[in-house]
């Protein structure tokens, strides 16, 4: 009864406050450590391949999320989506982003193991980062893909998905998690855990999702003493012509 509480009711809110709480702190005292910190100068090639499967991958999945644990059953309902439809696109939506996020982050991780410019400069946070994520996303892969196809599919959007709506009504409803099966517990310890961790990574990116970016003036990279005076003459006043300008 009391570690239901602990769990259902009190770590979930250890663990947004610490998001918080850690993410204005180092925001306001450490601007400068505000940043994903990118190693594409130390190694692209793998890069290329692993962030944009990631990324997509896991948008995909946070967005079934909302979608799943938000929203209610009956609004689904209410809009011709029967449970049997829901669950169908759950799995191959669902199954497919888990998927491809799942290549993506092991891309990474072997990325920064295998080469050693970059296992060189990687610190310890970030591969707690990495790694916690890693477990996120196995384990809610290993629920889709294996729990939901063997032990059959739980009711997660009437027990997980009430509990989790109740959290932020501030009237948290430990008991509605009484059933959980284990790797439904595990995912949820998990993912929550990652929201502790991330203030102390290279995480707090999240906050930070470049939106503005195609609109952005373009940023040019000279190599120093590259260019002789007459051609950099040159160079200058050609970008003086495009629109926007430069920043250097
Ligand atoms: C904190 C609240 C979270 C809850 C309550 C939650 C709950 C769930 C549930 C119930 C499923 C199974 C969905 C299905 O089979 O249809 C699932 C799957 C999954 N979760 Fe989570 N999750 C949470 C956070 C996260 C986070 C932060 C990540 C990753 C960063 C994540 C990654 C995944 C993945 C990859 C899957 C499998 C693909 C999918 O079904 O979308 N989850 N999660």
């Not at 692209?44 to 644990?69: E, T, Y």
């Amino acid at each position: 009864m009391l570690a239901s509480i602990f769990w259902g009711a009190v770590y979930p809110y250890l663990c947004l406050a610490v998001l918080l709480v850690g993410c204005l702190y180092r925001y306001a005292y450490r601007p400068l450590s505000w940043t994903s910190r990118s190693s594409q100068i130390l190694e692209s090639r793998w890069l290329k391949w692993g962030s944009p499967l990631f990324h997509w991958g896991i948008l995909a999945v946070l967005a079934g999320h909302v979608l799943g644990l938000l929203v209610p059953v009956g609004m689904w309902q209410a809009v011709g989506i029967t449970p049997a439809l829901y669950h169908q696109g759950a799995d191959l939506i669902g199954g497919l982003a888990g998927f491809v996020a799942w290549v993506g982050l092991d891309l990474l991780l072997l990325r920064r193991g295998i080469h050693p410019r970059l296992r060189r400069t990687s610190s310890l946070s970030d591969w707690v980062a990495l790694g916690w994520l890693w477990l996120v996303v196995t384990s809610g892969d290993a629920i889709t893909l294996w729990y939901n196809h063997t032990a059959g599919p739980f009711p997660y959007r009437h027990t997980v998905g009430p509990w989790f709506r109740s959290l932020f009504l501030l009237k948290p409803d430990p008991g509605l998690l009484g059933q959980l099966p284990w790797p439904f517990q595990v995912h949820l310890l998990l993912a929550f855990g990652l929201f502790a961790v991330t203030p102390f990574s290279r995480l707090v990116h999240l906050w930070s999702a470049p939106v503005a970016y195609p609109r952005r003036a373009p940023i040019q990279y000279r190599r120093r003493g590259a260019l002789r005076p007459d051609a950099a003459t040159a160079a200058a006043s050609d970008l003086h012509r495009q629109p926007g300008g430069t920043r250097g």
